[in-house]
């Protein structure tokens, strides 16, 4: 069993910033697919980022420039650092995981950017 816990929400004024963070443990595959994804109110999931186990990475256009996803394969860490905060950032932010068939998700971390 694969559990991922994020910490790092909260509540940040528009143009600051902001590190999540997530911890996977449980038997995890070493090649595979850490991603954050997110989920603001009355609006689909959203991809953010991803990066493979070999720290290539892939941002949604609206995130570009902005945030940076990173990894740490010896602790099963991923992070993503969030920059120039905008309030449309607002939401629930997931770490996922996947490798072959399987994809695990934290229980998300809530993301408030004021105006």
């Known amino acids: 069993q694969v559990q991922l816990v994020e910490s790092g929400g909260g509540l940040v004024q528009a143009g600051g910033s902001l590190r999540l963070s997530c911890v996977a443990s449980?038997?995890?595959?070493?090649?595979?697919?850490m991603a954050w994804y997110r989920q603001a109110p009355g609006k689909q999931h959203e991809l953010v980022a991803t990066?493979?186990?070999?720290?290539?990475?892939n941002y949604a256009d609206s995130v570009k420039g902005r945030f940076t996803i990173s990894r740490d394969n010896a602790k099963n860490t991923v992070d993503l650092q969030m920059n120039s905060l905008k309030p449309e950032d607002t939401a629930v932010y997931y770490c996922?995981?996947?490798?072959?068939?399987?994809?695990?998700w934290g229980q998300g971390t809530q993301v408030t950017v004021s105006s």
């Open positions: 449980g038997s995890i595959y070493s090649n595979n697919l």
């Open positions: 996922n995981v996947r490798f072959g068939f399987a994809v695990y």
């Open positions: 990066i493979t186990s070999g720290g290539t990475t």
